[in-house]
């Protein structure tokens, strides 16, 4: 069964320094997002991506935080200077054009702000 | 801003026992999904609710949707301690493609 593929599963970084969390989503997917989660919250929508621009994004979704599509299969979510309050689960999901069978989330990279 | 509500938030139940998951939201929409999330891990897609009455079955699990009443239920027949969990509905508003999650269900069923 396709899978989004998310790395790093872990990482730790020091407050201010920049991180790139790493996507590869399924193949035939055309939309793009990142969702977060605070340890033992809910899921938060940060931003989805069509056609190679954001197509929406969330009030989370500051000047600190952007996506990319580099290439034909990765997806990238850059934060250019972490905060504590950044760390959190940051998942990964695709869906096709309508998402009648639902999104596929990646497993995951628990971002740890020190 | 759309707000998606569940309860209970923790569940402890019995094996064997039957129990009911809400799902409130709070504005028009016409999809809904249930996911459940295992401890540090990622979401697994259970259901995906298209219509108003729609009903999905599988296993000892059965979810239903009424958009009218803007309610969703996750049905748990004759739990069994694999069914431990947490469990999310999930609402994308018509002609949105991101989910607004709910606060999650944190099921634990004992033996």
């Known amino acids: 069964e396709p899978e989004v593929t998310q790395t790093p599963s872990h990482q730790v970084t020091q407050m201010g320094q920049e991180v790139i969390l790493r996507c590869v989503p399924i193949?035939?997917?055309?939309?793009f997002y990142w969702y977060r989660q605070i340890l033992g919250q809910k899921v938060e929508f940060l931003v989805s991506f069509y056609n190679n621009e954001i197509s929406e994004k969330s009030e989370i979704f500051d000047d600190q935080f952007s996506v990319e599509r580099p290439d034909g299969s990765n997806f990238t979510l850059k934060i250019r200077s972490t905060k504590l309050e950044d760390s959190a689960m940051y998942f990964c999901?695709?869906?096709?054009?309508?998402?009648?069978?639902?999104?596929?989330f990646g497993s995951g990279t628990r971002l740890t702000v020190v | 801003e759309l707000k998606v509500e569940q309860n209970p938030l923790f569940l402890s139940m019995q094996e064997g026992k039957n129990y009911t998951i809400y799902c409130n939201y709070s504005?028009?929409?016409?999809?809904l999904y249930w996911y459940r999330q295992d401890p540090g891990k990622s979401l697994e897609s259970l259901f995906v609710?298209?219509?108003?009455?729609a009903v999905k079955q599988e296993g000892r699990l059965m979810a239903s949707l009424d958009t009218k009443a803007r309610l969703s239920t996750l049905h748990i027949t004759a739990a069994v301690h694999d069914l431990s969990a947490t469990y999310f509905c999930a609402v994308d508003l018509s002609g949105a493609n991101n989910l607004f999650f709910g606060t999650g269900t944190r099921l634990t069923v004992i033996p």
């Open positions: 609710l298209l219509s108003n009455g």
């Open positions: 193949s035939n997917h055309l939309y």
């Open positions: 999901a695709s869906s096709e054009a309508r998402p009648l069978w639902g999104y596929t």
């Open positions: 504005t028009t929409s016409d999809r």
